[in-house]
C-alpha cells in the first residue's frame, strides 16, 4: 500500500515515486498545507487543476477544532474536505511548542492550554497517533519536541524525550494503510542531528521527517544539517523537510537529498498581498504596480498570470476583494509546484547541476 521507488539520483538529488492508498506521488514534491482542512482561499478543484499531488492537514488545528472524533463521524479527513488525493498530517508537536499556552512538558507528553479558548488539553505519543488516526491521513508523523535551535543542553533532554516519544508513536500505530514517519531533531548541532538520524533509522519507519529547521537559524546552518543527515537515512525511504521554504530552498534543499516540502508561506504571503517568483518577492500594494500591465510572473502559465494585469490584482488587494487573495495563492502555489515537478524532470534527466545553475544566474540577473 505504501512504497517509494527511487528513479534516479543526480549527486546528492534524488528523484522518486511515492505509492499510497489514495494515489501516487510524484518527488521532489512541495505540499500545500491545509491547516484547517482547507488550503487557504483555494479549492480542491483548483488544486487538482494546479498539480498538487499531496496536501498537509494539521493535527493541532483539527483536534481543537472542528475535533478529530467529529472528522472521523464524518468519514474521515479525505471525505470531511472534499480532497481525494493523500494528505499528510502532522503530530500536533510543532504548534504544542510554537502555538499553545502553559505547557507543561514531562517524560510521557505535553500539557498544554488552547490558543482559542484557553482550556486544557493533553498530547502524549498515543494521543498524537489515535487523532491521527482518526483523521485518516495516508502519512502520519511522531509526535516531537521542538526545541530551540541554539540551546544544546536543552537539545540533548528534548532529543531523549522526542526518541522514546517516536518509539511509544510506533508502538501506538495500529492502521496498516497509514505510513508512519519518524522525526529527525537536535536543533543545528550536528552530533545530536547524526545520533537522531542514527536512532530513527534503528528504530526503522516508513519515512523520515528533519524537524526544528527554519526556524530561525541561518540557511548554512540549515544546509549544514541536511549534509549530516540525509547520508544517514536509508535511500529507500522518503525524507521530508518540514516548514520550508522558498522556491530556492526547494532547490537547494532537494541538492541536498529533500523529497518533500510543505510551507505556509505562498498561501501566507499570498493573503498579506504579495506574489512569490523565481527570484523574489513582489508586494501588490507597493504603488509602481499601479498602472503595470504585465502579469504578476512573465512566462507564468498560472489562470491568474495568463489573465489578468499586476495592477488589477493591486487594485484587489488595496479594496479588499477576496478574489486578489485567491489569485496570488495560484500563482503562489503554482510556481512552488511548477519548480518541484522541474527539479524532478532535470534529476530524471541528469541535468540538475546546469537547472541550479541556471537558476541561480536568474538570480544574479534580477538582483
Ligand atoms: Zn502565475
Known sequence: MFNFDLLATDAGARAGLLHTPHGEIPTPVFMPVGTQATVKAVSPRDLHDLGATIILGNTYHLYLRPGDERIARLGGLHAFMGWDGPILTDSGGYQVFSLAQRRTIDADGVTFRSH??????????????????????????????CAPPDDHDYNVQALARTHAWAQACKAAKRQPDQALFGIVQGGVF????????????????????????????????????????????????PRYLMGVGTPEDLVECAARGVDMFD???????????????????????????????????????????????????????KANEILGHHLLT?????????VAREIRQAILEGRFQAYREAFWRAHEQAA
Open 330 to 338: 495560484l500563482h503562489n502555489l503554482h510556481l512552488m509546484l511548477t
Open 116 to 145: 482559542l479558548d484557553g482550556s486544557e488539553h493533553r498530547f502524549t505519543p498515543e494521543k498524537a497517533i489515535r487523532i491521527q488516526e482518526n483523521l485518516g491521513a495516508d502519512i502520519i508523523v511522531c509526535f516531537d519536541e
Open 190 to 237: 550536528p552530533d545530536l542531528r547524526a545520533q537522531s538520524a542514527r536512532f530513527l533509522t534503528r528504530l526503522g519507519f516508513d519515512g523520515y521527517a528533519i524537524g526544528g529547521l527554519s526556524v530561525g537559524e541561518t540557511k548554512e546552518e540549515m544546509h549544514g544539517m541536511l549534509e549530516v543527515v540525509t547520508p544517514l537515512l536509508p535511500a529507500d525511504r
Open 263 to 317: 510551507c505556509v508561506l505562498p498561501t501566507r504571503t499570498a493573503r498579506n498581498g504579495s506574489a512569490l517568483t523565481r527570484t523574489g518577492r513582489i508586494n501588490l500594494r507597493n504603488a509602481r504596480f499601479a498602472d503595470d500591465a504585465g502579469p504578476l510572473e512573465e512566462g507564468c502559465t498560472c489562470y491568474a498570470c495568463t489573465h489578468f494585469s499586476r495592477a488589477y490584482v493591486r487594485h484587489l488587494i
